[in-house]
């Protein structure tokens, strides 16, 4: 069956860095778009950035614009997003995403930029 599984959240200062990791199973991961999607406390949740198959194409919220990498690599079924200065505005818990007939949806990991 179709499993995600993100790692990589944790607490972190203003300004700093985490990388995040989605570990894609159950499905042909090279042949599909993959998405970040977040989610803060009392809010909906929102996508923060997409990428194609080939990893050639990608689209950012334009809050994370310039902030924010997504990148992936098929050979270890792998999607990460790199996230740079980050703000306390970006904590939220974090889901990785892939639409098959359906649409699949990680555990999440949660993000705390705080001081």
């Known amino acids: 069956q179709v499993q995600l599984v993100e790692s990589g959240g944790g607490l972190v200062q203003p300004g700093g860095s985490l990388r995040l990791s989605c570990a894609a199973s159950?499905?042909?991961?090279?042949?599909?778009?993959m998405s970040w999607y977040r989610q803060a406390p009392g809010k909906e949740r929102e996508l923060v950035s997409g990428i194609n198959r080939y990893g050639v194409r990608t689209n950012y919220a334009e809050s994370v614009k310039g902030r924010f990498t997504i990148s992936r690599d098929n050979a270890k079924n792998t999607m990460y997003l790199q996230m740079d200065s980050l703000k306390p505005e970006d904590t939220a818990v974090y889901y990785c995403?892939?639409?098959?007939?359906?649409?699949?949806w990680g555990q999440g990991t949660q993000v705390t930029v705080s001081s």
């Open positions: 995403n892939v639409r098959l007939l359906q649409s699949y």
């Open positions: 159950g499905f042909t991961f090279s042949l599909y778009t």
